[in-house]
């Protein structure tokens, strides 16, 4: 699991295809077999289709170069009532004034735990 905040982009698609990429260059240095989740459908259609996305040509370039570096590379669609743990990752790292990143398989105790549902 892993969280980044991010400046703000000209669009939360623009916002979504970024923490993508973000996302892929980090998991790489643990294992090129990577599954990954969105709750974002067209995040999703992108990949498949990069061609029919011109406006975000340059973005969709550095996920496909991405993606051949992966042995078992997946992205799959998540309900965001069922990714709430991740949703909780986000907006906390959004909440944060200075740059911050984190990948680990545990919570960080300067992190809240997320509300129990």
């Known amino acids: 699991m892993g969280t980044r905040n991010f400046t703000r982009r000209e669009s939360t698609l623009h916002s979504e295809v970024e923490a993508l990429r973000w996302a892929m260059e980090n998991m790489l240095q643990h294992s090129t077999c990577q599954s990954f989740g969105t709750d974002c459908k067209e995040l999703i259609a992108m990949i498949k289709k990069p061609h ?3 406006s ?3 973005e969709l370039e550095r996920i496909e170069t991405l993606q ?3 042995t078992d590379f997946n992205i799959i669609y998540v309900l965001r009532a069922r990714n709430q743990f991740s ?3 986000a ?3 959004r909440s944060f004034h200075r740059e911050l990143q984190f990948i680990g398989y545990s919570i960080p105790v300067w992190l809240p735990r997320p ?3």
Do not use: N, R, V
């Open 68 to 70: 051949i570096c992966f």
């Open 87 to 89: 949703d909780f990752l």
């Open 52 to 54: 029919d996305w011109l």
């Open 115 to 117: 509300p129990q549902a």
């Open 91 to 93: 907006k906390t790292a």
């Open 56 to 58: 975000f040509a340059t």
